[in-house]
């Protein structure tokens, strides 16, 4: 398992901007597929985007498309979430989390990866996006 912190979440006005990292401990990072997940209050987790290892192909939620990117760099053993054109309805917690399964043809048979899909997550940050 790796172990994963957040970081890079805060208050920003809409139409703006964050960058997310989740630095991730333990060996052979760049074989785990990343990806990062969101809760608002009161709502479940939700799928955000991922990024597989054999590939780092990406995969985004339709909500997120063209506004969020995914990317990795596995000499820093890290993932980030760049956010951008925020919205008040992706205000809230974001969750890193990696996956041991190959996210490649998990998406091909299933469309999207699910939270079971991930073993291992991170404690989460907060991104508020006020109006």
């Known amino acids: 398992q790796v172990q994963l912190v957040e970081s890079g979440g805060g208050l920003v006005q809409a139409g703006g901007s964050l960058r997310l990292s989740c630095a991730a401990s333990?060996?052979?990072?760049?074989?785990?597929?990343m990806g990062w997940f969101r809760q608002a209050p009161g709502k479940e987790r939700e799928f955000v985007a991922a990024?597989?290892?054999?590939?780092?192909?990406?995969y985004y939620a339709d909500y997120v498309k063209g506004r969020f990117t995914i990317s990795r760099d596995n000499a820093e053993n890290t993932v980030y979430l760049q956010m951008n054109s925020l919205k008040p309805e992706d205000t809230a917690a974001y969750y890193c989390?990696?996956?041991?399964?190959?996210?490649?043809?998990?998406?091909?048979?299933?469309?999207?990866?699910?939270?079971?899909?991930?073993?291992?997550w991170g404690q989460g940050t907060q991104v508020t996006v006020s109006s």
């Open positions: 990024i597989s290892w054999i590939a780092s192909n990406t």
């Open positions: 989390a990696a996956s041991s399964l190959d996210l490649d043809w998990i998406v091909a048979r299933s469309g999207r990866p699910t939270m079971n899909d991930f073993g291992s």
């Open positions: 333990g060996r052979m990072f760049s074989t785990y597929g």
